[in-house]
C-alpha cells in the first residue's frame, strides 16, 4: 500500500439525514463545524445528510413522487420572456428575407 495517500486525521463522527431525522455513529475525516450530543452522552462532530441509506428509494424500496409537472410549469414561467424575445427575433429575420 502507498504511503500517504490516506488522512491521518479520522475520528468519531455523528452523520444525521434530515429527510428522515435518522442518525449514525462512524468513523470520517470529513470537516465540520457542528456538533451534536449522541445517545452515550459524548458530544460528536455532526455531518448533515440530504439523503443516505435511511431516505434513499433503492434502501427502502419506497418511491417518492416529485411534482415534474409543478417544476416544469415553474421554469417555463420564469423563462417566458426569454424564449418570446427569440422568437420575435427569428420572424424579424424571416420577414426581412422576404
Given at each position: ?7 491521518e ?6 452523520f ?32 448533515k ?38 422568437e ?11
Open positions: 500500500m502507498k504511503k500517504n495517500t490516506h488522512p486525521n479520522y475520528r468519531t463522527v455523528v444525521k439525514d434530515f429527510s428522515c431525522d435518522e442518525a449514525f455513529l462512524t468513523r470520517s475525516c470529513a470537516e465540520t463545524d457542528e456538533t451534536i450530543v449522541w445517545e452515550d452522552g459524548n458530544e460528536y462532530p455532526l455531518v445528510l440530504e439523503i443516505s441509506s435511511y431516505s434513499h428509494p433503492f434502501y427502502t424500496g419506497k418511491m417518492k413522487y416529485v411534482d415534474t409537472a409543478g417544476r416544469i410549469d415553474k421554469f417555463n414561467k420564469k423563462f417566458a420572456k426569454f424564449s418570446n424575445k427569440t420575435t427575433k427569428e420572424e424579424e429575420t424571416e420577414s426581412a428575407d422576404k
